[in-house]
């Protein structure tokens, strides 16, 4: 089938209208929950369906796509989502961080940092920070109205109760802008400091769920915690097995049936370049 | 101060055909209990709802003195204002705990959670709070972490009392507190609520159908029927004295222990 078969980038104008309209009141105000009319989309709930439709509204004829799963390029979902894209819109695709303009992402942030040339586009399954403890849409859109947030701290306090520390280590909840909580959608909580202050846009789709969130450029985003059980970012004891990064995320990999485990980097494009550079710069000493 | 905390002028409310409440006046001060006693349907729980902004009245309005010693209509606070008072200033005690709990969370969260909700940020005394407040209310302190559900009915009534309290509110709604609990646990919960009210100087406004449990904790008491207050007065004058013939015939149908 040709590409012909299909509008631009799969959605039709209208609804691309509809959806850069959410994002914009999204952007306008950081950190809320702005509803949107999410489309049935060729692919299950739960494998980003909020993410496609935001990439499909904003993607254009000259960006270049790199879409990530849990930090690879190389995953079922991170390769369809690509091969979407390039089938529906014609655009060219790259697993490279830095030569990317739009970046669709499910649970990671990449290890690259970006630039104000960028945009991040997050799948995210459940976008309402308070449902674990408020299941009532009316009361959560009551509590974010009036920013009663004193709930969130009891989920934290419930985490130091019965495990010493703030437990919590992926849908880490942050403040934006001083305002709005949100769920940053299920990242380790080692890559919520990376959203404060970003230089590019982040962007949210929740396509169940039908709400689009958004923080802007160079916005303040602050992870909550307590005055004496302060936020930690996640350590790791081990150094990545393939490229030796200490500063990285890593993944554990059980390697046989007898307790062996590897870590390496979940981020496969900054663990291979590095892998590149440390081979490229044995070669050049060899001669 | 002599004005009163909460005065309630006129209130009315119909639900269709049927008159809830019609044309009640009372003022509450601080440090007393008022117990609004009847059968069921009598409108008790609406007057309770009415008084404490769960619903909205058609004639007549309630007025509240603010923490700036100010009265203020509830009907002219704003939503975040009233939400304000009912998590700071006010407590709630429901007959049934699980309404006035977080069921799924531990006792400390649950007592916390009001102490978080108006900006404390420190583990350490959020903790030290919650646990002064359980022994207070003779819950042991090692219960601190179990969540209300491995609770009795009496220990989540006190919970749930403690939860309310940390605040230091100055005015508690109680929905029949006892109901629902054998004779011995009432006794003591009653105990510690009489107890509390005194040392905390609460104002305290009571639903019940139990005449005994009004003579124990309140100090006044209006008496409903159908709807409309048919008498009102000091608690030992109206049970010891009654006038109204349907209050005779509720204080004679209580059994003499």
Same mark, same amino acid.
């Given at each position: 089938?040709?590409?012909?078969?299909?509008?631009?980038?799969?959605?039709?104008?209208?609804?691309?209208?509809?959806?850069?309209?959410?994002?914009?009141?999204?952007?306008?105000?950081?950190?809320?929950?702005?509803?949107?009319a999410?489309?049935?989309m060729?692919?299950?709930?739960?494998?980003?369906t909020?993410?496609?439709?935001?990439?499909?509204?904003?993607?254009g004829? +000259?960006?270049?796509?790199?879409?990530?799963?849990?930090?690879?390029?190389?995953?079922? +979902?991170?390769?369809?989502?690509?091969?979407?894209?390039?089938? !529906?819109?014609?655009?060219?695709?790259?697993?490279?961080?830095?030569?990317?303009?739009?970046?669709?992402?499910?649970?990671?942030?990449?290890?690259t940092?970006?630039?104000?040339?960028?945009?991040?586009?997050?799948?995210?399954?459940?976008?309402?920070p308070?449902?674990?403890?408020?299941?009532?849409?009316?009361?959560?859109?009551?509590?974010?109205?009036?920013?009663?947030?004193?709930?969130?701290?009891?989920?934290?306090?419930?985490?130091?109760?019965?495990?010493?520390?703030?437990? !919590?280590?992926?849908a880490?909840?942050?403040?934006?802008?001083?305002?709005?909580?949100?769920?940053?959608?299920?990242?380790?909580?080692?890559?919520?400091?990376?959203?404060? +202050?970003?230089?590019a846009?982040?962007?949210?789709?929740?396509?169940?769920?039908?709400?689009?969130?958004?923080?802007?450029?160079?916005?303040?985003v602050?992870?909550?915690?307590?005055?004496?059980?302060?936020?930690?970012?996640?350590?790791?004891?081990?150094?990545?097995?393939?490229?030796?990064?200490?500063?990285?995320?890593?993944?554990?990999?059980?390697?046989?049936?007898?307790?062996?485990?590897?870590?390496?980097?979940?981020? !496969?494009?900054?663990?291979?370049?590095?892998?590149?550079?440390?081979?490229?710069?044995?070669?050049?000493?060899?001669? | 101060?002599?004005?009163?905390?909460?005065?309630?002028?006129?209130?009315?409310?119909?639900?269709?055909?049927?008159a809830?409440?019609?044309d009640?006046?009372?003022?509450?001060?601080?440090?007393?209990? #008022?117990?609004?006693?009847?059968?069921?349907?009598?409108?008790?729980?609406?007057?309770?709802?009415?008084i404490a902004?769960? /619903?909205?009245?058609?004639?007549?309005?309630?007025?509240?003195?603010?923490?700036?010693?100010?009265?203020?209509?509830?009907?002219?606070?704003s939503?975040?204002?009233?939400?304000?008072?009912?998590?700071?200033?006010?407590?709630?005690v429901?007959?049934?705990a699980?309404?006035?709990?977080?069921?799924?969370?531990?006792?400390?969260?649950?007592?916390?959670?009001?102490?978080?909700?108006?900006?404390?940020?420190?583990?350490?005394?959020?903790?030290?709070?919650?646990?002064?407040?359980?022994?207070?209310?003779?819950?042991?302190?090692?219960?601190?972490?179990?969540?209300?559900?491995?609770?009795?009915?009496?220990?989540?009534?006190?919970?749930?009392?403690?939860?309310?309290?940390?605040t230091?509110?100055?005015?508690?709604?109680?929905?029949?507190?006892?109901?629902? #609990?054998d004779?011995s646990?009432?006794?003591?919960? /009653?105990?510690?609520l009489?107890g509390?009210?005194?040392?905390?100087?609460?104002?305290?406004?009571?639903?019940t159908?139990?005449?005994?449990?009004?003579?124990?904790?309140?100090?006044?008491?209006?008496?409903?029927?159908?709807?409309?207050?048919?008498?009102?007065?000091?608690?030992?004058?109206?049970?010891?004295?009654?006038?109204?013939?349907?209050?005779?015939l509720?204080?004679?149908?209580?059994?003499?222990?």
């Amino acid at each position: 089938m040709s590409a012909r078969a299909y509008n631009f980038a799969y959605l039709d104008e209208q609804t691309k209208r509809m959806i850069r309209r959410a994002i914009l009141k999204a952007i306008a105000i950081p950190g809320y929950q702005v509803p949107f009319a999410s489309r049935e989309m060729p692919m299950p709930y739960g494998w980003g369906t909020g993410g496609v439709q935001v990439t499909a509204a904003i993607i254009g004829p +000259n960006d270049v796509l790199k879409v990530i799963d849990q930090g690879a390029d190389d995953t079922t +979902n991170a390769v369809s989502i690509r091969a979407f894209f390039a089938k !529906t819109a014609d655009v060219a695709t790259t697993t490279d961080t830095a030569e990317a303009t739009v970046i669709q992402t499910r649970h990671r942030f990449p290890e690259t940092p970006l630039t104000s040339d960028q945009v991040l586009v997050y799948q995210v399954p459940i976008p309402e920070p308070l449902r674990f403890l408020e299941p009532r849409e009316t009361e959560t859109r009551t509590m974010h109205a009036l920013a009663e947030y004193g709930v969130m701290h009891v989920k934290l306090y419930e985490d130091i109760a019965r495990h010493g520390h703030i437990a !919590t280590t992926y849908a880490y909840p942050a403040r934006v802008a001083d305002r709005y909580i949100m769920d940053p959608s299920p990242i380790p909580k080692f890559d919520n400091p990376k959203l404060d +202050n970003c230089p590019a846009l982040q962007l949210f789709g929740a396509g169940r769920e039908k709400r689009i969130y958004a923080v802007p450029p160079y916005t303040r985003v602050v992870s909550l915690d307590f005055e004496d059980h302060p936020f930690e970012r996640t350590k790791f004891d081990a150094a990545c097995e393939f490229c030796g990064s200490t500063e990285s995320f890593l993944d554990e990999v059980v390697i046989d049936d007898k307790g062996g485990r590897m870590f390496v980097c979940s981020d !496969t494009d900054y663990c291979q370049k590095r892998q590149a550079k440390s081979q490229g710069a044995s070669e050049e000493r060899r001669p | 101060m002599n004005l009163p905390l909460l005065s309630a002028r006129g209130l009315s409310k119909r639900f269709g055909a049927i008159a809830a409440c019609r044309d009640i006046s009372f003022d509450l001060y601080e440090g007393e209990a #008022l117990a609004i006693v009847g059968e069921s349907g009598s409108g008790k729980s609406t007057l309770l709802s009415l008084i404490a902004g769960a /619903l909205q009245p058609e004639a007549g309005e309630v007025m509240y003195r603010m923490r700036d010693g100010a009265p203020r209509p509830l009907a002219s606070l704003s939503e975040a204002e009233r939400r304000g008072l009912a998590r700071t200033d006010w407590g709630f005690v429901h007959q049934d705990a699980a309404r006035g709990l977080r069921m799924n969370v531990s006792a400390g969260g649950n007592i916390g959670e009001r102490l978080m909700a108006v900006g404390g940020r420190h583990y350490g005394n959020i903790r030290a709070a919650a646990e002064e407040w359980l022994v207070r209310v003779e819950i042991a302190a090692s219960r601190i972490d179990d969540p209300p559900t491995t609770y009795s009915g009496g220990m989540r009534q006190r919970l749930q009392i403690a939860r309310n309290l940390v605040t230091r509110p100055r005015l508690v709604f109680m929905d029949e507190p006892t109901g629902g #609990l054998d004779v011995s646990v009432q006794a003591r919960l /009653l105990d510690l609520l009489r107890g509390l009210i005194a040392d905390m100087g609460l104002a305290v406004v009571l639903v019940t159908h139990d005449l005994a449990v009004a003579r124990l904790l309140s100090h006044r008491m209006l008496v409903m029927k159908q709807g409309e207050v048919i008498e009102s007065g000091l608690t030992d004058r109206v049970l010891d004295d009654p006038q109204a013939p349907y209050t005779q015939l509720l204080v004679s149908s209580v059994l003499a222990a």
